[in-house]
């Protein structure tokens, strides 16, 4: 007899042991769930990269996510998968994105500095570093992408 898959009863009635202990999904090849002794459920899918190496996916929190669109999250895993496209490759890339920090930086190395005086330069470095830097400097450059099209002065606007 075949197993259920995931369901919302089922993952209630998980309960939590004294040691973490992993459930496999038979519905969705890969899928996963981790129940800690906490009974905090997390979910994972395992998959292979490119160059064969296995990895697993943070996929869904369970309390966060309800089960049917972490199956259907899941499920979007292997049709991406299917198609070709490296998921861990994307990833990589995006987190390897640079950040404001290093365009700021970049920007004040080669447009700041040059043409100004030494306390014009430690003013402005100081507005930037107390200002600019701590509200963006973790936004990766592709977030500011989607205001390419954008005149300065509406630009002012929306931030």
């Given at each position: 007899?075949?197993?259920?898959?995931?369901?919302?009863?089922?993952?209630?009635?998980?309960?939590?042991?004294?040691?973490?202990?992993?459930?496999?999904?038979?519905?969705?090849?890969?899928?996963?769930?981790r129940i800690r002794p906490t009974d905090r459920k997390v979910f994972?899918?395992?998959?292979?990269?490119?160059?064969?190496?296995?990895?697993?996916?943070?996929?869904?929190?369970?309390?966060?996510?309800?089960?049917?669109?972490?199956?259907?999250?899941?499920?979007?895993?292997?049709?991406?998968?299917?198609?070709?496209?490296?998921?861990?490759?994307?990833?990589?890339?995006?987190?390897?994105?640079?950040?404001?920090?290093?365009?700021a930086e970049r920007h004040f190395k080669k447009h700041v500095i040059?043409?100004?005086?030494?306390?014009?330069?430690?003013?402005?470095?100081?507005?930037?570093?107390?200002?600019?830097?701590?509200?963006?400097?973790?936004?990766?450059?592709?977030?500011?992408a989607q205001f390419r099209g954008v005149s300065p002065k509406s630009?002012?606007?929306?931030?």
């Amino acid at each position: 007899m075949k197993m259920p898959g995931f369901t919302k009863r089922l993952l209630n009635n998980l309960a939590p042991t004294g040691k973490e202990y992993v459930k496999w999904d038979t519905e969705s090849s890969g899928l996963s769930g981790r129940i800690r002794p906490t009974d905090r459920k997390v979910f994972f899918r395992e998959c292979r990269t490119l160059e064969v190496r296995q990895i697993k996916l943070f996929t869904w929190s369970y309390c966060r996510l309800p089960i049917n669109l972490g199956h259907k999250e899941a499920r979007s895993y292997l049709a991406k998968r299917d198609k070709g496209e490296d998921v861990t490759t994307t990833r990589s890339k995006a987190r390897k994105a640079p950040t404001t920090k290093k365009l700021a930086e970049r920007h004040f190395k080669k447009h700041v500095i040059p043409p100004k005086k030494p306390f014009s330069v430690s003013r402005d470095y100081r507005s930037r570093e107390r200002l600019i830097v701590p509200v963006f400097a973790s936004y990766k450059i592709k977030v500011f992408a989607q205001f390419r099209g954008v005149s300065p002065k509406s630009f002012r606007r929306i931030a």
